[in-house]
């Protein structure tokens, strides 16, 4: 079972852009469809981003698309998120997250993921 950092997260003006990345552990990494969630204070954790094992499918929530892209590097045992066009409403800490299911190339379901990160804060200045 993998072992999930990330970092990257920090304080930004609105309109700016930060990259995330999240390590994993292990050499198994490519088994896992990866995903991208946050949650702000009083709120649910929510679904960002996530990106097939591959990397050659992804998909995004309606309120970051345009905006972020998830990407990953196998080879590094690494996925990444770049967020650009900053908004306040964006502020929140960011987990990625693992899923090792072979059933489909990937999920938004929060429930469906095996391994969690510590997670980032991101803070969004207006």
């Known amino acids: 079972q993998v072992q999930l950092v990330e970092s990257g997260g920090g304080l930004v003006q609105a309109g700016g852009s930060l990259r995330l990345s999240c390590a994993a552990s292990?050499?198994?990494?490519?088994?896992?469809?990866m995903g991208w969630f946050r949650q702000a204070p009083g709120k649910e954790r929510e679904f960002v981003a996530t990106?097939?094992?591959?990397?050659?499918?992804?998909y995004y929530a309606d309120s970051v698309k345009g905006r972020f892209t998830i990407s990953r590097d196998n080879a590094k045992n690494t996925v990444y998120l770049q967020m650009n066009s900053l908004k306040p409403e964006d502020t929140a800490v960011y987990y990625c997250?693992?899923?090792?299911?072979?059933?489909?190339?990937?999920?938004?379901?929060?429930?469906?993921?095996?391994?969690w990160g510590q997670g980032t804060q991101v803070t969004v200045s207006s």
């Open positions: 292990g050499r198994t990494f490519s088994i896992y469809a």
């Open positions: 990106i097939s094992r591959s990397g050659g499918r992804t």
């Open positions: 997250a693992a899923d090792r299911s072979v059933n489909y190339y990937y999920t938004t379901d929060k429930n469906k993921y095996d391994v």
